[in-house]
């Protein structure tokens, strides 16, 4: 990936059971080939979230397989936020915004402004 295509944003990090205590995280790679979103295990147990799933296996890009937790949270980036879940990442693992967040957020990439964009009106099944 050279520098072009490289994205990064702002991430808040909020307990949907602690509504309003949101930690926020600079230099968020964005990154739509991860499906969860990652955030620092310490980020996310100083704000009481929790490991709900406890054994997910994950593909890495080098061809590896990593093993984490998954919880739940609030993830915000500009003035979007949607519930998604997250995993807790380990020392050396990055943190990511990935692709079912950013769809939950209704948010795209705008690779050339190198910023995140509304994706437009979202679809739905037509009404009769």
């Keep these: 990936m050279d520098d072009m295509e490289i994205v990064r944003t ?5 307990n949907p059971l602690r509504p309003g205590v949101i930690e926020s995280l600079a230099e968020v790679l964005v990154d739509t080939g ?21 054994t997910r ?8 397989v990593r093993v984490r937790g998954v919880g739940y949270a609030i993830l915000h980036a500009g003035d979007e936020q949607t519930i998604d879940e997250v995993v807790f990442g380990e020392p050396g693992d990055m943190t990511l915004l990935g692709a079912r967040t ?6 795209r990439v705008d690779v050339q402004a190198k910023q995140l964009v509304a994706a437009g009106p979202i679809l739905a099944a037509a009404c009769r």
């Design 10 to 14: 702002t991430m808040g990090v909020e």
């Design 34 to 54: 991860s499906e969860l979103s990652w955030v620092p295990a310490p980020v996310l147990d100083r704000l009481g979230i929790v490991r709900v799933k406890h």
């Design 57 to 64: 296996r994950f593909q890495m890009a080098d061809g590896g």
């Design 102 to 107: 950013l769809e939950g957020m209704n948010l």
